[in-house]
């Protein structure tokens, strides 16, 4: 499977900004899907997370409230609605795929996009 993300891009604080993940390869609805993101000079963090039917979301307490997560199986696509944006969510964002389940550690996903940059000016 492959994973493509876009959307990423320069915007103000308090700006909204939608992250696209493209599924290729299999079928998008056998996956458990997740949002990463790993800014300058930190780790890599769970951001939000989606079960296969969508129906189960999981976020990181930093974004509760502000980002949403979503997906189209007809599309293979998982999105990130991302509101509200601060300097601090400046980040590479990631989408990442599981055959298991939906975990909030990065280990327990099999597949990864390449990331796709947020910039956040104040």
């Known amino acids: 499977v492959q994973l493509q993300a876009s959307g990423g891009g320069l915007v103000q604080d308090g700006d909204s900004l939608r992250l696209s993940c493209a599924i290729s390869?299999?079928?998008?609805?056998?996956?458990?899907m997740g949002w990463f993101r790993q800014g300058p000079g930190k780790e890599r963090e769970f951001v939000a997370g989606i079960s296969r039917s969508g129906g189960v979301t999981e976020y990181a307490d930093s974004v509760k409230g502000r980002f949403t997560i979503s997906r189209d199986n007809r599309k293979d696509t998982v999105y990130l609605q991302m509101s509200s944006l601060k300097p601090e969510d400046a980040a590479v964002y990631y989408c990442a795929a599981s055959l298991n389940f939906l975990a909030t550690v990065s280990h327990e996903y099999h597949y990864w996009g390449q990331g796709t940059l947020v910039t956040v000016s104040s």
């Open positions: 390869g299999r079928t998008g609805s056998h996956y458990i």
